[in-house]
Protein backbone atom coordinates (compact mmCIF):
# COMPACT_ATOMS: atom_id res chain seq x y z
CA UNK A 1 0.00 0.00 0.00
CA UNK A 2 1.42 3.84 -1.00
CA UNK A 3 1.65 5.68 2.36
CA UNK A 4 0.83 9.50 2.27
CA UNK A 5 2.60 11.49 4.50
CA UNK A 6 1.40 15.26 5.78
CA UNK A 7 3.78 17.65 7.29
CA UNK A 8 3.32 19.64 9.19
CA UNK A 9 0.62 18.18 10.95
CA UNK A 10 -0.21 21.19 12.74
CA UNK A 11 0.71 24.71 11.50
CA UNK A 12 -0.40 28.51 13.27
CA UNK A 13 -0.38 31.33 10.78
CA UNK A 14 -2.16 34.72 10.66
CA UNK A 15 -4.26 36.00 7.79
CA UNK A 16 -1.79 37.32 4.85
CA UNK A 17 0.53 34.98 5.54
CA UNK A 18 1.90 32.65 2.71
CA UNK A 19 1.23 29.03 3.96
CA UNK A 20 3.34 25.53 2.57
CA UNK A 21 1.71 22.00 3.17
CA UNK A 22 3.84 18.87 1.65
CA UNK A 23 2.90 15.54 0.82
CA UNK A 24 4.83 12.87 0.50
CA UNK A 25 4.34 9.40 -1.39
CA UNK A 26 6.18 6.47 -0.30
CA UNK A 27 6.31 5.74 -4.08
CA UNK A 28 5.71 7.33 -7.29
CA UNK A 29 2.22 8.44 -8.25
CA UNK A 30 2.82 9.87 -10.86
CA UNK A 31 0.41 13.25 -10.79
CA UNK A 32 -2.23 11.70 -8.99
CA UNK A 33 -2.62 13.61 -6.14
CA UNK A 34 -5.56 15.36 -4.82
CA UNK A 35 -5.84 18.12 -2.08
CA UNK A 36 -8.84 18.95 0.34
CA UNK A 37 -9.88 21.31 2.83
CA UNK A 38 -12.17 20.23 6.04
CA UNK A 39 -13.60 22.35 8.51
CA UNK A 40 -15.27 20.95 11.73
CA UNK A 41 -18.07 18.89 11.36
CA UNK A 42 -18.41 19.53 7.35
CA UNK A 43 -17.60 17.09 4.67
CA UNK A 44 -14.02 17.58 2.89
CA UNK A 45 -14.49 19.85 -0.07
CA UNK A 46 -11.74 18.80 -3.17
CA UNK A 47 -9.77 22.18 -3.93
CA UNK A 48 -6.87 20.46 -6.21
CA UNK A 49 -6.60 17.31 -8.30
CA UNK A 50 -4.23 15.83 -10.69
CA UNK A 51 -1.76 17.41 -7.86
CA UNK A 52 -2.09 21.17 -10.08
CA UNK A 53 -5.63 21.49 -11.39
CA UNK A 54 -7.74 23.62 -9.48
CA UNK A 55 -11.61 22.75 -8.63
CA UNK A 56 -13.99 24.66 -10.10
CA UNK A 57 -14.91 27.79 -7.43
CA UNK A 58 -12.02 27.46 -5.77
CA UNK A 59 -10.16 30.48 -4.96
CA UNK A 60 -6.55 31.37 -7.26
CA UNK A 61 -4.79 31.54 -3.80
CA UNK A 62 -4.63 28.22 -3.71
CA UNK A 63 -1.97 25.93 -5.82
CA UNK A 64 -0.68 22.66 -5.92
CA UNK A 65 2.50 21.35 -7.57
CA UNK A 66 4.41 18.17 -7.41
CA UNK A 67 4.77 14.91 -9.36
CA UNK A 68 6.35 11.49 -7.91
CA UNK A 69 6.53 11.38 -4.97
CA UNK A 70 6.67 14.83 -3.41
CA UNK A 71 3.89 17.49 -3.55
CA UNK A 72 2.55 20.97 -1.74
CA UNK A 73 -0.29 22.36 -1.40
CA UNK A 74 0.37 26.87 -1.54
CA UNK A 75 -1.73 29.20 0.00
CA UNK A 76 -0.49 32.30 -1.26
CA UNK A 77 -2.86 34.54 1.53
CA UNK A 78 -4.02 32.98 4.31
CA UNK A 79 -8.13 34.63 4.66
CA UNK A 80 -9.92 34.05 7.50
CA UNK A 81 -12.13 31.45 5.26
CA UNK A 82 -8.87 29.06 5.27
CA UNK A 83 -8.45 28.05 8.90
CA UNK A 84 -9.08 24.13 8.50
CA UNK A 85 -7.70 20.92 8.27
CA UNK A 86 -6.08 20.32 4.52
CA UNK A 87 -6.04 16.32 3.36
CA UNK A 88 -4.21 14.97 0.43
CA UNK A 89 -4.95 12.13 -0.87
CA UNK A 90 -3.39 9.17 -3.55
CA UNK A 91 -5.57 8.00 -6.06
CA UNK A 92 -2.91 6.33 -8.29
CA UNK A 93 -4.39 2.71 -7.29
CA UNK A 94 -5.72 0.54 -5.00
CA UNK A 95 -6.35 1.17 -1.93
CA UNK A 96 -6.76 4.29 -2.82
CA UNK A 97 -5.66 6.42 0.87
CA UNK A 98 -5.11 9.69 2.37
CA UNK A 99 -2.64 11.72 4.24
CA UNK A 100 -2.64 12.34 7.73
CA UNK A 101 -3.89 15.72 7.94
CA UNK A 102 -2.53 19.46 8.45
CA UNK A 103 -4.52 21.91 10.90
CA UNK A 104 -3.91 25.32 9.86
CA UNK A 105 -4.81 27.29 12.78
CA UNK A 106 -4.55 31.08 13.52
CA UNK A 107 -1.41 32.25 15.71
CA UNK B 1 -27.91 20.34 -7.79
CA UNK B 2 -25.47 17.66 -6.59
CA UNK B 3 -26.77 16.52 -3.39
CA UNK B 4 -26.04 13.18 -1.45
CA UNK B 5 -27.89 12.22 1.60
CA UNK B 6 -26.58 9.85 4.03
CA UNK B 7 -28.65 7.82 6.58
CA UNK B 8 -29.09 4.81 8.58
CA UNK B 9 -26.07 5.42 11.07
CA UNK B 10 -26.28 4.51 15.05
CA UNK B 11 -25.18 3.21 17.72
CA UNK B 12 -24.56 -0.95 17.51
CA UNK B 13 -22.90 -3.46 19.56
CA UNK B 14 -19.82 -5.38 18.45
CA UNK B 15 -20.52 -7.78 16.22
CA UNK B 16 -23.70 -6.83 14.78
CA UNK B 17 -24.92 -5.46 11.43
CA UNK B 18 -25.73 -1.97 10.38
CA UNK B 19 -26.69 -1.04 6.33
CA UNK B 20 -26.34 2.77 5.59
CA UNK B 21 -27.85 4.04 2.42
CA UNK B 22 -26.83 6.83 0.21
CA UNK B 23 -29.46 8.58 -1.65
CA UNK B 24 -28.68 10.79 -4.39
CA UNK B 25 -29.87 13.70 -6.11
CA UNK B 26 -29.19 16.53 -9.43
CA UNK B 27 -26.83 13.99 -11.59
CA UNK B 28 -27.71 10.10 -12.78
CA UNK B 29 -26.23 8.00 -10.30
CA UNK B 30 -25.49 5.33 -12.84
CA UNK B 31 -23.16 7.46 -15.05
CA UNK B 32 -20.84 7.74 -11.93
CA UNK B 33 -18.46 5.57 -9.63
CA UNK B 34 -19.71 6.10 -6.23
CA UNK B 35 -17.45 5.41 -2.30
CA UNK B 36 -17.79 5.38 1.48
CA UNK B 37 -15.55 6.67 3.10
CA UNK B 38 -14.86 7.28 6.60
CA UNK B 39 -13.60 9.24 9.69
CA UNK B 40 -13.26 8.02 13.32
CA UNK B 41 -13.70 10.89 15.85
CA UNK B 42 -11.09 13.32 16.27
CA UNK B 43 -9.12 11.36 12.80
CA UNK B 44 -8.23 11.64 9.51
CA UNK B 45 -10.47 10.39 6.58
CA UNK B 46 -10.31 6.66 5.93
CA UNK B 47 -11.22 5.07 2.28
CA UNK B 48 -13.56 2.12 2.74
CA UNK B 49 -15.21 1.38 -0.93
CA UNK B 50 -15.54 1.77 -4.46
CA UNK B 51 -18.24 0.29 -6.84
CA UNK B 52 -18.17 0.81 -10.29
CA UNK B 53 -21.37 2.55 -11.87
CA UNK B 54 -22.79 -1.08 -12.82
CA UNK B 55 -21.99 -2.37 -9.60
CA UNK B 56 -19.67 -5.18 -11.35
CA UNK B 57 -16.26 -4.34 -10.11
CA UNK B 58 -15.77 -3.43 -6.20
CA UNK B 59 -13.13 -2.61 -4.13
CA UNK B 60 -12.22 -2.19 -0.18
CA UNK B 61 -10.15 -1.50 2.20
CA UNK B 62 -8.43 -4.62 4.23
CA UNK B 63 -9.78 -3.65 7.01
CA UNK B 64 -13.78 -4.36 5.90
CA UNK B 65 -12.84 -6.94 3.56
CA UNK B 66 -15.39 -9.65 3.82
CA UNK B 67 -17.39 -7.35 6.66
CA UNK B 68 -18.66 -4.77 4.77
CA UNK B 69 -20.19 -5.01 1.23
CA UNK B 70 -21.05 -1.52 -1.11
CA UNK B 71 -23.94 -1.74 -3.72
CA UNK B 72 -26.09 0.16 -5.59
CA UNK B 73 -29.37 0.65 -7.30
CA UNK B 74 -29.45 3.43 -9.73
CA UNK B 75 -33.02 2.98 -10.60
CA UNK B 76 -33.81 4.09 -6.90
CA UNK B 77 -30.64 6.71 -6.99
CA UNK B 78 -28.99 4.88 -3.99
CA UNK B 79 -26.13 3.19 -2.66
CA UNK B 80 -25.71 1.29 0.01
CA UNK B 81 -22.84 -0.15 2.80
CA UNK B 82 -23.82 -3.29 4.73
CA UNK B 83 -21.64 -3.44 7.46
CA UNK B 84 -21.44 -6.58 9.10
CA UNK B 85 -19.59 -7.99 11.74
CA UNK B 86 -18.59 -4.68 13.30
CA UNK B 87 -15.82 -3.71 15.77
CA UNK B 88 -15.42 -0.92 17.97
CA UNK B 89 -12.75 0.30 15.50
CA UNK B 90 -15.18 1.12 12.72
CA UNK B 91 -16.98 3.89 14.75
CA UNK B 92 -16.94 6.80 12.73
CA UNK B 93 -18.77 8.82 10.62
CA UNK B 94 -19.16 7.57 7.14
CA UNK B 95 -19.64 9.73 4.32
CA UNK B 96 -20.96 8.84 0.73
CA UNK B 97 -19.06 10.53 -2.21
CA UNK B 98 -19.07 10.57 -5.98
CA UNK B 99 -15.84 9.34 -7.40
CA UNK B 100 -14.04 9.77 -10.81
CA UNK B 101 -10.57 8.05 -10.36
CA UNK B 102 -9.49 9.65 -13.90
CA UNK B 103 -10.32 13.08 -13.57
CA UNK B 104 -11.86 14.45 -10.08
CA UNK B 105 -12.02 12.43 -6.83
CA UNK B 106 -14.60 13.03 -4.37
CA UNK B 107 -16.25 15.72 -6.09
CA UNK B 108 -19.14 15.86 -4.05
CA UNK B 109 -19.95 14.30 -0.28
CA UNK B 110 -22.54 13.81 1.60
CA UNK B 111 -23.10 15.56 4.93
CA UNK B 112 -21.47 12.19 6.88
CA UNK B 113 -23.96 9.75 9.55
CA UNK B 114 -22.51 8.30 12.12
CA UNK B 115 -21.90 5.13 13.12
CA UNK B 116 -21.22 4.03 17.09
CA UNK B 117 -20.05 0.14 17.71
CA UNK B 118 -19.95 0.17 21.35
CA UNK B 119 -21.72 -2.03 23.99
Known amino acids: DIQMTQSPSTLSASVGDRVTITCRAS??????LAWFQQKPGKAPKLLLY???SLESGVPSRFSGSGSGTEFTLTISSLQPDDFATYFC?????????FGGGTKVDIK | EVQLVESGGGLVQPGGSLRLSCTAS????????MSWVRQAPGKGLEWVAN????????HYVDSVKGRFTISRDNAENSLYLQMNSLRVEDTAVYFC????????????WGQGTLVTVSS
Open chain 1, 50 to 52: KAS
Open chain 1, 27 to 32: QSISYW
Open chain 1, 89 to 97: HNYDSYPIT
Open chain 2, 97 to 108: ARYDGSHRPFDY
Open chain 2, 51 to 58: IRQDGGEK
Open chain 2, 26 to 33: GFTLGGRW
